[in-house]
């Protein structure tokens, strides 16, 4: 495509410390909304974690140069002390590293910070004051990491905020934005910063997507594509096949979940691991699967399944839920989450109270025994829930933000 006719900014510089690996989202995140900006004619630069791998530095073309500053990027740290340390070191090297950046370029029109937090604010602040020129405009994506019942968590929020202001007022062109609407009134507060809603991004798809109803015997296949976690319903998923299994020893359906870890500890203190006491047709994934083998049985399910707990996911999105809404796949999710929301304007599918293995198990019987109106639903809904979760629909979302973001980039 000719860039000189695209709505698209020219040169775009991407800041994530969080990608250096393989096995995290953020790496196939920012392949797809990068695959879409090149599509563009736009000049893309990736400044990721400098502990990245030599595939992520290899596919994105990404120069390994921050520092760890998140939760998730210190985790080879240990102790509190230590991982606030290398917050605060990373912060201000970070800093740097932005500057450095911005003067080896003539001209940058979009810096994109997509996993933001008080950590990444201070580092583009120095950049704000000291480079405000070279950088024609800032989006920084914020993903709910908050509870608001929580006094110390609510703290934190609020110097954000003060930070967000701080920095709106540096600069002209600041925009942050969030995945989901509730993320964005709690980051917005009563007279705090301006915050948008962007869309979260899911794995397009290439060609034309066909699905066939299953028809007489065959087995419906249910996935749980996410991690085994607490926050997930890992636990309630394990329970609620225990009393399916219980209730309907025959049932005609197969279950693939992800595992790819030993188990988990919840805050009852029990600890959840899968066992031995599931039949063949449930299979476990021990470990991270790749995107090209998660889509493929992304494609072969008949249904997902999102027990996901409404804290947090009350506001957070779910990659799981937007690529099977896209493919036009049904959910069984938890009420009250954004999962709902999701499914009830994009999709089709059956809610469940959060917590209720009892409910889940009979969601399943209800899907495996009315499966072709949702699968029908579902796929009415498809190509409205694919414009929705593109990766256009994030650019432009960002990009008409601030009109002028690209009226300068020639």
């Known amino acids: 495509m000719d860039s000189s006719t695209s709505w698209m900014p020219r040169r775009i510089v991407i800041v994530e410390e969080q990608l250096w690996g393989v096995t995290s989202h953020h790496i196939e995140y920012l392949q797809d909304l990068m695959d879409f900006a090149q599509t563009e004619g736009c000049e893309v630069t990736v400044l990721c974690n400098r502990r990245a791998g030599h595939e992520v530095v290899t596919r994105l073309h990404a120069k390994p140069v921050l520092s760890g500053v998140s939760n998730s990027s210190l985790q080879h740290l240990h102790g509190r002390v230590a991982k606030q340390f290398a917050t605060i070191y990373g912060a201000v090297r970070n800093a740097w590293i932005i500057l450095r950046e911005l003067r080896s370029q003539s001209r940058v029109d979009l810096i994109v910070v997509p996993t933001a937090w008080y950590p990444h604010l201070l580092s583009i602040i120095p950049a704000a004051v000291i480079n405000r020129r070279k950088a024609n405009a800032l989006v920084m994506q914020f993903l709910c990491q908050w509870n608001t019942k929580s006094r110390k968590s609510s703290r934190q929020l609020a110097f954000v905020r003060r930070l967000m202001l701080f920095l709106q007022r540096l600069h002209p062109k600041v925009t942050y934005v969030t995945q989901t609407e509730l993320a964005r009134g ?3 507060g009563g007279d705090g910063p301006r915050v948008q809603y962007a869309p979260d991004v899911a794995h397009p798809i290439k060609g034309q997507m066909k699905r066939q109803v299953k028809q007489g015997n065959e087995p419906l296949a249910f996935g749980f594509l996410g991690f085994a976690r607490y926050e997930q319903g890992s636990d309630v ?19 693939h979940i992800f595992w790819p870890t030993g188990g988990f500890i919840t805050p ?3 600890w959840v691991e899968p066992g031995s006491q ?4 449930v299979k476990f994934y ?5 995107r090209t083998e998660y889509l493929a049985l992304l494609g072969q399910l008949d249904w997902v399944l999102l027990p996901y707990r409404v804290h947090p996911y009350a506001k957070r999105s779910s990659q799981v839920a937007i690529d099977a809404a896209i493919r036009g796949i049904p959910a069984i999710y938890t009420v009250g989450t954004w999962q709902e929301l999701t499914f009830s304007n994009f999709g089709a599918g059956l809610g469940v109270e959060d917590g209720k293995p009892q409910e889940l198990a009979a969601a399943i019987e209800e899907a495996c025994n009315n499966n072709a109106s949702y699968q029908r639903l579902a796929s009415e809904k498809a190509p409205v829930a694919r414009h929705a979760f593109s990766p256009e629909a994030f650019w432009r979302a960002v990009v008409n933000s601030e009109p002028d973001i690209a009226s300068e980039k020639r």
């Open 186 to 188: 709690d980051l917005a």
């Open 237 to 255: 998923l394990l329970d609620a096949l225990r009393l399916l299994f219980s209730r309907c020893p025959k049932v005609n359906a197969e279950f």
């Open 278 to 281: 599931f039949g063949d047709n």
């Open 268 to 270: 009852d203190g029990l």
């Open 286 to 290: 021990g470990s991270i699967v790749p």
